[in-house]
């Protein structure tokens, strides 16, 4: 006998999924349905509510979110001169960025079996370009990235990361979870040129001018529309079917009414944000990964001296650290993988693996190679195991060889996406105490934070630091875990390192 239990979709991009459990012993029909089982059983494809289709679903999904990064990367790290006047080869840097995300994505899903794909973080290659190489050369900075990858492991195979995370109260998860919600769709409305910076009065404005006038920006709208009616009835594979119907309109309209770049001269700003909907004249394009192994490991310390050398790896460490931990945390959530404890499956192999994800981007000079949190796109899809990783990382893998395909997406399609998932991952806020002052006010200052300084490190110890002040100052020192107060202590660190390197230097 079998006994079926529905559950609902915590997500509401789906059907409810249905739990099958056998109670009495397997007949000869139950085991064939049963040996679905090898790929079924490593991954807990039915237990987590999950199908094969879903899982390969939401990894394409989480790849067309994410793909912008082979392109962006090279532009970030590409053609900026370190301290010896070296450059990187932005078509380098796009190869081994391909490369380190697409083994990682592999690599964690096999061991960590969750559905969150890896990529070069964001916040972490803008470090390395503006505020590193300024100091030492490429390879002495990819060598600090090595080290700071191999600290994490550190952190991570000792079990501190995980007694950290632990420390976390369970509103300040949800809160954690919610402020990347508004974040990934904060990412979204700036790279669909939704929203756009002023030059003077607000921080941020409506379209051009408060309006949108950019036909980019117009089909991201259509495009999140039409994936939010989808979503609404319940329509599998909801969004990359309007991911589809977006790029097509793209390809269309830009081949109907050409606008180019909007970095172009001519372009009045008006046009794709990082590539063009067209179809490439070639697709199949030999890759050159001699950038692999490249690295100076301890270089740094002998050109900058050793106190600069750790300011700079302590920046890199804290935020590679605490991005990821508020990444997989929100992720989890968002994919209802959490026990009541607030922990999700595996989670020691998936923070070790993260910390050999700093270590490969290193490796391969592509800068730290982390979890994503535009694999929400893909959760928000029906994702919820390490199949999908995998399916997304043989993708980007696959992008190092199909380059020219990799551009057939906008930027301004994959985001609608990103704002459609934020919107899924707004109902935890329904989990934080709000009656309780103690934990409002760094709950709310945590989801402020991160999407408006844009990071993720930084929201998580707005709200770390609150949390810790208003305790002990309120009378409530002994409510906060031990593990607050020196991590709180390491945020007011992190935020003054600049006059404390000054003042060290």
């Not at 994410?66 to 990187?88: S, W």
């Not at 909007?262 to 909907?277: F, L, M, R």
Request: aromatic share 10%.
């Amino acid at each position: 006998m079998i006994e079926i239990s529905l559950s609902a979709n915590s997500q509401g991009g789906g059907p409810c999924p249905i739990h099958l459990r056998n109670i009495t012993p397997v007949t000869s029909t139950a085991k064939t349905a049963g040996n679905l089982s090898a790929l079924d059983k490593f991954f807990e494809i039915t237990k987590r509510g999950s199908t094969v289709g879903k899982e390969i679903r939401g990894g394409v999904v989480t790849f067309f979110a994410m793909a912008y990064i082979v392109v962006l990367n090279p532009i970030i790290l590409g053609g900026k001169e370190d301290i010896a006047g070296q450059i990187l080869d932005p078509a380098l840097v796009g190869a081994a960025t391909s490369l380190a995300a697409g083994f990682m994505s592999i690599l964690f899903g096999v061991i960590a079996r969750l559905p969150f794909a890896f990529a070069a973080g964001l916040g972490m290659n803008s470090f390395l370009a503006v505020n590193v190489v300024g100091l030492v050369t490429w390879q002495e900075a990819m060598g600090i990235v090595v080290i700071n990858g191999l600290v994490i492991c550190l952190l991570g195979a000792t079990g501190a990361r995980l007694a950290i995370y632990r420390a976390v109260p369970a509103s300040l998860k949800a809160a954690i979870s919610v402020a990347i919600g508004f974040f990934i769709a904060f990412i979204g409305f700036v790279n669909a040129g939704f929203v756009t910076r002023t030059p003077g009065g607000p921080p941020v404005q409506l379209g051009t001018d408060g309006s949108i006038v950019s036909p980019p920006t117009v089909i991201f709208v259509l495009t999140l529309i039409l994936a939010g009616v989808l979503v609404a009835r319940r329509v599998n594979g909801a969004i990359l079917i309007a991911l589809v119907i977006g790029t097509i309109a793209s390809i269309i309209f830009e081949a109907i009414s050409p606008i180019g770049s909007k970095y172009a001269p001519e372009s009045n700003g008006i046009g794709w944000e990082s590539s063009v909907p067209t179809l490439p004249e070639a697709i199949v394009t030999l890759p050159d990964f001699s950038l692999v192994g490249q690295v100076d490991v301890f270089g740094s310390f002998a050109r900058v001296g050793i106190i600069s050398a750790l300011m700079l790896l302590f920046t890199l460490v804290f935020t590679n650290f605490f991005d990821a931990i508020g990444t997989m945390n929100g992720l989890s959530k968002g994919a209802s993988l959490q026990d009541q404890a607030g922990e999700f499956p595996r989670i020691k192999s998936a923070f070790l693996v993260e910390g050999v994800g700093a270590v490969v981007g290193g490796a391969t000079s592509s800068s730290s190679t982390t979890v994503f949190v535009e694999s929400a796109a893909g959760i928000g899809e029906g994702a919820r195991t390490g199949l999908a990783s995998i399916t997304t990382g043989a993708l980007l893998f696959l992008t190092a060889f199909f380059t020219p395909l990799t551009a057939l997406v906008p930027i301004e399609i994959g985001s609608a996406a990103l704002v459609l998932v934020g919107t899924m991952m707004m109902s935890q806020v329904t989990e934080i105490e709000w009656s309780d002052f103690y934990v409002a006010l760094p709950a709310f200052l945590t989801i402020a934070a991160m999407p408006l300084t844009y990071s993720i490190a930084n929201g998580i110890g707005v709200g770390f630091v609150s949390y810790v002040l208003i305790n002990l100052f309120g009378g409530r020192a002994k409510r906060v875990h031990p593990i607050l107060f020196i991590v709180a202590a390491g945020f007011i660190l992190f935020f003054t390192r600049g006059p404390l390197e000054s003042l060290l230097s």
